[in-house]
């Protein structure tokens, strides 16, 4: 791969290049917050949006722009604000406008909150305030809890240092140590809402996405949380053996990854198959199934990383031009799919078939194995399909050509690989 690619199939550089595509898009989030119209809201949920605004401003001149679009980052608020933008559009529900704002700005603040708890206190961003109304849940995955608000909760509000609210005549206040310790005031629960896998992932164990119930494969239904009757630390080993394999194989792929994923929603557990699934509405977040095979288990965390990049880039520019209506068969799916599926299969791949090469050219043990060196065959050829479908009948735009010749560049040096036999 020459050194001057566009590195959205494989990372060259330290740090990684789709690091200005994900500054990119925290602008965009950014943006969309900002932009949110206030006509068709209440007068309290106008001073909520307005408040959880400039809460964001406030982070943003105490602690440098970073901070304050990190917190966008959180698949709780990023889900909301794309949620949110998208009710603006063409025929508006008011009420269900309405309800994503409150959301919306209840886990945005609860985000900028819980910063303190996670830096022992540190830093502080500005003296915001924001009013949230009862009942609300607001949950943080990434960092693993939550709270529960009861209904007879009044004057709830969200500081940079504390929870103030009312409960049974009395004010209380939770301050940030207090969230996840188990011994919270009358009127607020706390919720577990993740399990840390890594310093930069987390295991998510409550999932409240808007999108979550999307679906784009026939073969499945949705995405909704399941532990698939396994404990959690059998998730947290196998997501950790995965990861390793990766890191040991692609360093500067795992490391693009942990600059990226933030959360895994557990979707079942399947000995014959697995299941996973990526959202273009929430960036850093993977929906993934448990398999006994650890091998399994790095593909599917490569494949879905590649589709977080993908969809990242999706949001600024559609990389090939062709009608979502056209149909073209892929090598990876019983249904013909529109173009930019059968891209979005070999862009997965094509890593994953790297990954594979790098393993055995470092002799890993796991490629000692019978299995593994046609497992790679297989991908290679299963590439070479959906490269043959690509490369007829794309039409791509100018960053497009440069993805594709990029995967062009990979799979050729992948099909003619000695290692290959």
Known sequence: MRRDSIELTLP???????????????????????????????PGDRRTLAAAQAALRAVARAEGEDSSAGALMAP???SRIHAAHAETRGRRDGAAYARLVRELAGHLAFELFCRARASAGAAGGGGWEVPVPAPARLLSQRRGV???????????????GEIVWTAAGRERVLPPAGVGAGDVPAGISPIVAGAPVRESLALAL???????????????QGNALSLGERPVEEWRAALRAALDVIAGALPLLAAEM?????TVVPVGWFAEKHESASLREVVGLI????????MTMAEALVHEFQHNKINTVFHFDPVIENDPAERYPSPV????????????AAHAFIPVAELYRAMLRASHPLAEAGWFKSRFREIIALNDEGMAVVNAHARPTELGRRVIDEMNAIHHSLLTDPLRG
């Open 206 to 220: 409550v999932d409240e996405n808007p999108f979550r119930l999307l679906e784009y494969h026939p073969d499945k």
């Open 12 to 42: 060259l550089t330290t740090p990684p290049a789709f690091a200005a595509w994900l500054a990119r898009y925290r602008g965009l989030l950014a943006s969309r917050l900002f932009a949110l119209p206030v006509a068709p809201l209440p």
């Open 258 to 262: 942990a600059l990226t994923i933030s």
């Open 287 to 294: 929906y993934l199934s448990l398999h006994p095979g650890v």
């Open 333 to 344: 799916r019983p249904d013909p799919r529109p173009l930019a599926g059968v891209l979005l």
């Open 146 to 160: 939550g709270i529960g608000v009861a209904g007879d909760v009044s004057d709830l509000r969200i500081r940079d």
């Open 76 to 78: 709780e608020v990023q």
